[in-house]
């Protein structure tokens, strides 16, 4: 991660296909209900087992005044 400090963590995460599709509008869902979160760094980290493929998306994020 980068050295810029952070306030808070946002996480999602999910192992169905039909919500990996949706993530990314569940991630600008948030943004836009918590405009004040200002991201300063992304972790986007996948697994997978025989079965089950799993997708995180972390959004670290500074409260902005």
């Not at 949706?22 to 087992?49: H, Y």
């Amino acid at each position: 991660m980068g050295g810029q400090p952070f306030t808070g963590v946002k996480v999602f995460s999910t192992t169905l296909a039909r919500d990996r599709e949706v993530m990314g509008e569940a991630i600008t869902r948030w943004l836009r209900e918590n405009p004040s979160a200002e991201i300063v760094d992304k972790v986007v980290t996948q697994s997978s087992d025989k079965e089950f493929h799993c997708l995180t998306i972390t959004l670290f994020f500074c409260s902005r005044p």
